[in-house]
């Protein structure tokens, strides 16, 4: 599980301690500038260490961790937990969508006024 040669691909950890639900995509985050090790950004082979603090840009969200524990293969979620402390700041809260107003089937085009109450309440 450990890493020998004490570095691991970026794209490999990143998607071995569950940030990420592919390493695919972890590479795609990489070649596309969503992952900085220490301040810098970094191609998906570039090697991570323990001690690094690894940004990653993902989902709408920024994570930011520390490599505790370098891992080569894709592990349970409870010891992904262990190889990285998370610094990320508090998700966003959601908001309260409104559901999306439907139609029963049948029931034709809305009148004016039907339209015009569905603008309203979409903020239109």
Do not use: Q
């Not at 040669?5 to 071995?16: A, C, E, P």
């Not at 690094?52 to 505790?68: M, S």
């Not at 809260?93 to 139609?103: F, G, S």
């Amino acid at each position: 599980m450990a890493a020998d040669d004490g570095s691991v691909r970026i794209d490999s950890w990143i998607w071995s301690v569950r940030l990420t639900k592919t390493r695919s995509t972890a590479a795609a985050a990489c070649r596309g500038g969503h992952v900085r090790i220490n301040g810098d950004r970094v191609k998906p082979a570039h090697p991570v260490r323990p001690g690094d603090e690894v940004r990653l840009f993902h989902l709408g969200r920024e994570r930011i961790v520390v490599v505790k524990r370098l891992v080569r293969k894709r592990v349970g979620a409870a010891v992904a937990a262990e190889c990285y402390i998370d610094d990320s700041p508090p998700p966003p809260p959601r908001e309260y969508v409104a559901p999306v107003a439907r139609r029963d089937r049948g029931a034709g085009r809305p009148t004016k006024r039907e339209r015009r109450e569905l603008e309203r309440l979409r903020g239109r």
